[in-house]
């Protein structure tokens, strides 16, 4: 039978009694799932996965600083802070703001209404993040075993072990991605999410299969339904990810969708009365669905590529741009070592069964849809963080570990095979580890945290405006008012940014002083307002004059701190 890219491994029965016999060795791997034994190498690598992580909360405060806390988690916590002063959902105490990811503000929410101070506040969420970011590593062995069940023991254990490693030991994960932002939570919310989807896609929407927990398919995909719409809260552009896994599995088992309907409408049902408040909310607030940071964010990275490419090019640079971003996710999962998995099975005698066995797993789609996200981000809004990759990672390598297994398994080379594999995995993960512990990823924050502790101090009474703003807001006291200027949290600066004339709302809120990196500014005035800073006649530099990450203070009176 000729195999199609989708295709499951073999046709679900409606029924399966708990007594009877499977048809099915998918069926039959999932009722003996939980007697399969964990191989000793994941316990070992789990335990030092989580002890590097947890090492990692003893960094100091300016280790943080450029090592691992973007500005952008610092809007969170600022917006936390507000609400729980009663300033409602807004960044500046004032304007209400859609600029986040719901699910993650919500979890911060408790820890704000401690009233902690600044560096506590920082500690918590970090170490809330690092624990989300350790059961993940165990959700990565449980799902791979999930897929895997069926193989031969050794093979079995090889391929488990290269996945959590991949992941449980990978520097940018530990360092990039318990970041203060939401990207922990939306990788475990996707592990869960992929789990109950491998779970639809391979055994059909209507097939019962018992296991010692007695669940069924119906049951399942109600919770897939459930944890869509939590998906969805935790990253919003994740429902490209779900739109078209969701597209693949209903094409892939449609003729069971008329015998299962009513189960696919309340798990329909329940997706939208997860998400709709979010949705509803946005319109009624902001006459739109869309987060506001979704319409500034890609508006100055276009702006910046129609100068930069004024005489041509763009078209080019988005290309490359684009395969390289679809890269991303298997370079740093283990230094690509996915992607070779991926390719060198379907340049051997075999691949038709590795092609079928990892086609009927379910992973692919979740995968496709992920890389349309990418590219999405990439030529549509022309701007992607490397959290947008991170989160990912841990779908990446429960891929590499199917794949593993799908390429060793019945291979008379499996001992050389499996010895290249380890050395791959041991070579790419310690490149990556050299890599990020040599190039911190936020140097310029070093100055921006002494300034930003400074506001602390002040106690004079003015407002101050920045493009990167979240430091500034977060450790700024009472007296001092934080506005956000790029747009990423403040909906009413965006009709003046697209108007080209930031100067007037500078004007019409009284902003007493402009405070940032001296090439942003210089290039949002270039690019954006030639009169931004008009108004502004005092100037002092912090830092390496002439160093575009040095900081700017420009101030419509005296100076505001020393």
Wanted: proline share 4%; charged share 15%; aromatic share 12%.
């Amino acid at each position: 039978m000729r195999t199609t890219l989708f295709a499951v491994r073999c046709s679900p029965t409606p029924y399966i009694r708990p007594s009877a016999k499977p048809h099915c060795p998918e069926n039959q791997a999932l009722l003996t799932a939980d007697r399969v034994r964990i191989p000793r190498s994941a316990y070992l690598i789990f335990i030092i996965g989580a002890l590097v992580r947890i090492k990692l909360l003893a960094l100091s405060h300016r280790e943080v600083a450029i090592l691992r806390l973007p500005d952008d988690a610092l809007y969170y916590f600022t917006i936390a802070k507000q609400f729980a002063l009663g300033h409602g959902i807004s960044f500046d105490g004032i304007t209400a703001t859609n600029g986040f990811h719901p699910l993650w503000l919500f979890l911060l929410l408790p820890v704000a209404f401690l009233k902690l101070g600044p560096w506590a506040i920082i500690n918590s969420v970090l170490t809330i993040q690092t624990l989300l970011d350790i059961v993940n590593i165990w959700m990565v062995i449980r799902l791979v075993q999930q897929q895997i069940d069926a193989v031969q023991e050794r093979v079995r254990n090889l391929a488990v072990g290269i996945a959590v490693a991949s992941y449980a030991l990978n520097a940018s994960v530990v360092i990039r991605g318990i970041n203060g932002l939401e990207t922990t939570l939306a990788a475990l919310l996707l592990l869960v999410w992929l789990s109950l989807y491998c779970s639809l896609y391979r055994d059909g929407l209507s097939a019962r299969v018992y296991s010692s927990r007695g669940s069924s398919q119906r049951r399942a995909l109600l919770w897939f339904g459930f944890v869509s719409g939590l998906l969805f809260l935790a990253r919003t552009d994740f429902a490209v990810i779900e739109a078209v896994s969701v597209v693949i599995l209903a094409l892939v088992h449609r003729r069971e969708l008329k015998r299962i309907w009513r189960a696919v409408v309340g798990s329909i049902m329940i997706a939208l009365a997860v998400s709709l408040p979010w949705l509803i909310w946005n319109v009624i607030t902001f006459g739109s669905i869309v987060q506001v940071s979704a319409n500034a964010i890609p508006f100055f990275a276009n702006k910046k590529l129609d100068v930069l490419y004024s005489d041509g090019g763009k078209a080019l640079y988005l290309l490359r741009e684009s395969a390289r971003n679809l890269l991303k996710p298997f370079f740093f999962t283990a230094f690509g070592l996915p992607l070779i998995v991926l390719i060198l099975p379907m340049l051997r005698k075999g691949r038709e069964q590795f092609v079928a066995r990892l086609s009927g797993s379910g992973l692919l789609p979740p995968i496709f849809g992920a890389l349309l996200l990418l590219l999405y981000h990439t030529i549509v809004r022309g701007f992607i963080r490397d959290w947008y990759v991170l989160q990912l990672l841990p779908m990446i390598s429960v891929a590499l570990g199917a794949s593993v297994a799908y390429w060793l398994e019945g291979q008379p080379q499996y001992r050389l095979w499996s010895r290249v594999l380890i050395a791959a995995t041991v070579l790419g993960l310690t490149a990556l580890s050299i890599q990020e512990i040599s190039t911190p990823r936020y140097p310029s924050q070093a100055v921006m945290l002494s300034v930003a502790e400074s506001l602390g101090t002040v106690k004079e009474s003015s407002t101050i405006g920045s493009f990167n703003s979240g430091y500034y807001s977060f450790f700024a006291s009472d007296s001092v008012y934080v506005q956000d200027l790029d747009g990423v949290v403040n909906p009413t600066i965006y009709p003046y940014i697209i108007n080209g004339n930031i100067h007037q709302y500078l004007d019409k809120q009284g902003i007493d002083y402009l405070l940032d990196y001296s090439g942003t500014i210089g290039g949002y005035r270039g690019l954006i307002d030639n009169d931004l800073t008009s108004a502004f006649r005092n100037k002092r530099m912090i830092g390496t004059q002439g160093n575009p990450d040095s900081l700017e203070l420009l101030g419509r009176r005296k100076v505001l701190f020393r």
